[in-house]
C-alpha cells in the first residue's frame, strides 16, 4: 500500500518552491480521479466477492438441511425394516406347530422364507441407498466448505484491497488540495508583487513630477530674480 501512495504522490508533487499552474491542478484531479475508478473498481468486485460467499453459505445451509433429512429417513428406513422383518418372522413362526407341519405348511415353506429373504434384502438395499446418497451430500458439503474457506480468503483480500484504494483516493484528494493550495499561495504572492511595484511606479512617477515641479519653480523663481537685478 505504501509503494501505491508513493506512486500517487510522486507523479502530482511539486517541489517546494516550483512554480504552479492549473496544468499542475489538472494533473493531480487527474491522478485524483483514476483513484476514485480503481476505488470503486475494487468495491465492485467485494460486493461480487461477498455475493459467492453468500450463495454459497445458502448452499451449505441446504446441504446441512438434506443431511438432517437423510438422517432422519434412514433412521425411519432401519426402523421401518426392522418391524417389516420382525412382523414377517413372527407371522411365518407364529402358526401352531401342527399347523406348520402340516402337510401344505411345510412345501409352502421354503417359498414363504424365500419371500422373506427378498424383502429383508429389498429393505437393506433401501437402506443402503439412503447412506450412499447421504455420503454423496457429505462429500458436497466437504466441497463447499473448501470452496467457502477459498472464497473467504478472496473477501479478505479484496477487502484489505478496498481499504488501499480508499487511502490512495485520500491521498490523491489530498495533494490536489495541496497543488490548488499552493497554485493560490503563488497566485496571491504574484498579485501582491503586481500590487506593490504598481504602487513604487506611482510613488516613483509622483516624486519625479514632484521634482520636475520644484526644479521648474525653482528655475522660474531664478529667472525672476535675474530679471529683477
Known amino acids: 500500500m505504501l509503494v501505491a501512495l508513493s506512486i500517487v504522490l510522486s507523479v502530482v508533487a511539486v517541489p517546494a518552491g516550483a512554480d504552479v499552474d492549473q496544468g499542475d491542478i489538472r494533473a ?13 473498481a475494487a468495491e465492485a468486485d467485494l460486493a461480487a466477492g461477498r455475493r459467492r460467499l453468500d450463495r454459497l453459505e445458502e448452499s ?8 438432517e433429512r437423510q438422517d432422519d429417513e434412514i433412521v425411519a428406513g432401519r426402523a421401518e425394516a426392522r418391524d417389516r422383518i420382525a412382523r414377517m ?11 406348520v407341519l402340516g402337510a401344505g405348511n ?8 424365500a419371500y422373506l429373504g ?4 429389498q429393505d ?3 437402506v443402503n441407498g439412503l447412506a450412499v446418497t447421504r ?5 458436497l458439503q466437504g466441497t463447499i466448505e473448501a470452496t467457502m474457506a477459498e472464497q473467504v480468503e478472496v473477501v479478505a483480500g479484496l477487502e484489505g484491497l478496498v481499504a488501499q484504494r480508499r487511502s490512495e483516493l485520500e491521498a490523491a ?3 490536489v488540495s495541496a497543488v490548488a493550495a499552493e497554485w493560490q499561495r503563488q497566485e496571491d504572492e504574484r498579485r501582491a508583487r503586481e500590487q506593490a511595484e504598481l504602487l513604487r511606479q506611482q510613488a516613483e512617477a509622483q516624486a519625479q513630477a514632484q521634482a520636475q515641479a520644484e526644479a521648474e519653480a525653482q528655475a522660474r523663481a531664478e529667472e525672476e530674480a535675474r530679471s529683477q537685478a
Open 106 to 113: 411345510i412345501t409352502d415353506l421354503p417359498a414363504h422364507v
Open 60 to 67: 451449505l445451509a441446504s446441504v446441512a438441511a438434506g443431511l
Open 124 to 126: 437393506r438395499e433401501f
Open 173 to 175: 484528494q489530498a495533494q
Open 135 to 139: 455420503a454423496d451430500l457429505e462429500r
Open 28 to 40: 493531480a484531479e487527474a491522478m485524483a480521479g483514476e483513484a476514485g475508478a480503481r476505488l470503486r
Open 89 to 99: 418372522y413372527m407371522s411365518a413362526g407364529g402358526a401352531e406347530t401342527s399347523g
Open 118 to 121: 427378498a424383502l429383508a434384502d
